[in-house]
């Protein structure tokens, strides 16, 4: 009868490969089940509509993006999105970007701030915000009191444009000037500050502000019209959304009565705003997308405080005055600085899903 070390050694080469191969399948089905993170970082840019200041700001988020080593195919997943002026459609989109398809989520726009934060109080992804004027105005749970007090997992910048600063270049221009028209929707949040805002600077101008409301884009040209006809001078403009993409009808109208408008949209003067101050909003997206390359560094949202910022650009029409039934002067010190209008050209930058 064989010795059982004989045996044993005989079996042994067997016995090896049963075990190898038990060890091979044991770890091949570690992680069955379990959920396979992305190999890079899902990443969703959400705007509210297609107007240039957004626009301006997607392709600044972009560009920064890019320069910190982030780019779509390479380095991150990247999809685009744009609810074009639509609030349902926003709401629609905000789930769905909220829903588990991504990691990250940076939003252009008061409206989208407020539709993701609405559907992200789990937290479920990480949400960086940029170019919106008055982020506690917005109401998604940010501390005025305190930069750091803020929803965990969303961080941002505010970009309040300088209303008053506009009501006084106005004035400068024509010491004539005596009432001012604000065509502006309601629901808006960052535009009811801007119309506060423009209220407390007006009467020590010595300027009576005329507001007419607007719901809807279509509607716009026919306020300005009417503002116009009850004895408004000029025409004012803020970072009102419904109102921006109105605003060749609002120039139309204007000029009709011979009256100018400013803008806080700098690139309006390139349709006929006479003069238009406020935020550089490809610097505004640059520095967004500064603040998402930490984030998806791995920087604590909630570490990180809400920032306050507004790269200024000022630009101005000349070619507007001799339409103008009133003489409007440009101060040496706005000419010295001010950008002057050429015609239009819209950035390139990847297509929006919509």
């Known amino acids: ?10 079996l042994g080469m067997g016995l090896a490969l049963i075990a190898a191969s038990a060890a091979v399948l044991l770890i091949s089905d570690w992680d069955r089940g379990k959920r396979v993170p992305a190999t890079l970082p899902r990443v969703a840019v959400f705007q509210y509509s297609s107007q240039i200041i957004l626009d301006e700001g997607v392709r600044g988020i ?20 744009n609810a074009e002026n639509d609030l349902p459609t926003a709401d629609s989109m905000a789930r769905e970007l909220t829903g588990g398809r991504f990691d990250y989520v940076i939003t252009v726009s008061t409206n989208c701030l407020q539709a993701v934060a609405k559907s992200n109080r ?26 750091f007090d803020h929803p965990r997992n969303t961080v941002g910048i505010g970009t309040l444009a300088p209303v008053g600063e506009l009501l006084a270049l106005a004035k400068r221009m024509n010491p ?22 423009a209220r407390t600077a007006a009467p020590p101008l010595g300027i009576e502000l005329m507001e007419g409301n607007v719901d809807s884009t279509p509607v716009v040209g026919e306020v300005v019209d009417s503002l116009v006809g009850r004895g408004a001078e ?3 403009t803020t970072g009102d959304l419904t109102v921006s993409l109105a605003i060749d009808a609002v120039v139309a109208e204007a000029l009709k009565g ?10 309006t003067a390139k349709r006929g705003v006479l003069l238009a101050l406020g935020g550089d909003y490809y610097q505004i997206g640059r520095e967004t997308g500064d603040l998402a390359a930490r984030v998806l560094g791995g920087e604590d949202t909630g570490r990180i405080p ?6 200024m650009k000022m630009m101005i029409n000349p070619r507007t ?22 015609t239009d050209a819209a950035a390139a930058r990847p297509a929006p899903k919509r």
């Open 1 to 10: 009868m064989e010795q059982p070390w004989r045996i044993v050694r005989r």
């Open 62 to 81: 972009l560009d920064a993006l890019r320069d910190h080593g982030y780019v779509q195919g390479r380095t991150m997943q990247l999809q685009m999105f």
């Open 122 to 147: 789990d937290g479920r992804v990480r949400h960086v915000f940029g170019v919106v004027a008055d982020p506690i105005g917005a109401g998604v749970g940010i501390n005025p009191k305190d930069p």
């Open 176 to 197: 004539q000037l005596k009432r001012v028209g604000l065509p502006w929707n309601p629901s808006q949040s960052n535009s009811e500050t801007y119309t506060k805002i």
């Open 234 to 236: 000029a025409i004012l």
């Open 258 to 267: 011979g009256v100018p408008v400013f803008s806080t949209l700098p690139e």
């Open 306 to 311: 809400v920032q306050y910022s507004l790269p």
């Open 321 to 342: 005055t001799a339409k103008l039934r009133s003489a409007w002067v440009f101060p040496p010190d706005v000419l010295a600085k001010a950008d002057v209008a050429t």
